[in-house]
């Protein structure tokens, strides 16, 4: 089903795993494409509570765009990004689950916009990001310009992509570009952490926040506080509501099933 990664789905885990080593794991048409399907089978499966998204290796989580690839395929720069990168990062963003990225190598151009749009992310502190557009005549894209500025600031979004400098995992986890910086030992046993955490989490809550901080971005106050109320009306009608003030009343920790 898959050429360009593999995708497990076990135990309320969804894992998306990119797997074109040879290229360090740079973004194809078809590639972006399984990612996206990928996303999508994850979102209608209401068995997956969490998702993460890793490459294979330690050496790169993904090299950016396959330019080769791009070239070969006979599109514009602007359908390849219609067409392809802009389902896989609204697809993202859209899922109502949490989405890990587990950086365990280099994340550079439109690899650094795939690892931003996910939720949170986790770096091995010896690893780097670089929004390196500018070196070969571009700008940021893949939502980079939407998000960069947004998570740190105009003036260093600015700093960093007309740089297209080299962020060390532990200054980026510093400035707030990514969620965690942790020694290359410690990866596996810190993403699996994270995984745990939101696997037993009460999913529909989640899955309304992340909602909500989407909207968030480009809306106001009013219209914020009628996404709050419409969003906690539904939420106390399911199941994991009722299991975690009964959990709350009896002292105890609540067991949630993610409905």
């Known amino acids: 089903m898959y050429q360009n990664l593999i995708f497990e789905n076990r135990d309320g885990i969804a894992r998306i795993t990119l797997n074109r080593p040879d290229v360090f794991h740079a973004l194809s048409p078809a590639l972006i494409s399984e990612i996206t399907q990928a996303i999508r089978i994850a979102a209608e499966d209401a068995s997956v509570r969490v ?73 091995a502190e010896d690893t780097y990001l670089s929004f390196a557009f500018v070196q070969i005549g571009l700008m940021p894209d893949a939502g980079a310009t939407f998000f960069l500025p947004r998570m740190i600031g105009l003036a260093r979004a600015f700093e960093l992509a007309s740089s297209g400098r080299r962020i060390p995992a532990t200054e980026a986890k510093q400035i707030g570009l990514i969620t965690h910086s942790v020694p290359r030992e410690s990866l596996d046993e810190e993403t699996g952490k994270l995984i745990a955490c939101y696997r037993h989490a009460p999913t529909l809550a989640i899955g309304a926040m992340k909602r909500a901080f989407n909207q968030s971005m480009h809306s106001n106050l009013p219209q914020m506080l009628e996404t709050e109320r419409e969003s906690q009306e539904m939420l106390f009608g399911t199941d994991d509501v009722r299991e975690g003030i009964a959990a709350f009343l009896e002292k105890r920790k609540p067991d949630f099933q993610g409905r």
């Open 51 to 123: 998702v993460l998204l890793t490459a294979t290796g330690e050496k790169a989580f993904c090299s950016g765009a396959d330019l080769k690839e791009a070239s070969a395929s006979g599109m514009s720069a602007g359908e390849i990004l219609r067409d392809y990168y802009e389902p896989m990062i609204t697809t993202i963003r859209d899922i109502p689950k949490p989405v890990i990225c587990r950086l365990n190598g280099v994340a550079v151009g439109a690899g650094c916009s795939l690892a931003l749009a996910c939720d949170m992310v986790i770096a």
